[in-house]
Nanobody, 123 residues
Framework: QVQLVESGGGSVQAGGSLRLSCAAS????????MGWYRQAPGKQRELVAA???????NYADSVKGRFTISRDNAKNTVYLQMNSLKPEDTAVYYC?????????????????WGQGTQVTVPS
């Protein structure tokens, strides 16, 4: 049983900031990489940022220098600090976690997704 709960979305003026949070709950052995994706109307879902348990990060070119991904392993939570927001950042943001857990007594790896949180930056 694994669930990802997202929070922190909303509407903010251009140039403003938001902080998204995603907490994983349930029974699992460990969380590997975690990431944030987004999807705007009429566009494909795209990777925004990702971080692995070892600390390495990866960002989309469009958000480099503005967004920062971080994680708190003790809380099983990943964050996305979004600064200098632009109208083109408007999208539904989804949390993803690659998780290893016991299934029938064996370790298996699967991806889990949050329900998404809306971020709106009006023009």
């Amino acid at each position: 049983q694994v669930q990802l709960v997202e929070s922190g979305g909303g509407s903010v003026q251009a140039g403003g900031s938001l902080r998204l949070s995603c907490a994983a709950s349930g029974s699992f052995f460990r969380i590997n990489d975690m990431g944030w994706y987004r999807q705007a109307p009429g566009k494909q879902r795209e990777l925004v940022a990702a971080v692995i348990s070892g600390g390495s990060t990866n960002y989309a070119d469009s958000v480099k220098g503005r967004f920062t991904i971080s994680r708190d392993n003790a809380k099983n939570t990943v964050y996305l600090q979004m600064n200098s927001l632009k109208p083109e950042d408007t999208a539904v943001y989804y949390c993803d976690a690659n998780i290893r857990r016991y299934v029938d007594g064996r370790l298996r790896t699967s991806d889990y997704w949050g329900q998404g949180t809306q971020v709106t930056v009006p023009s």
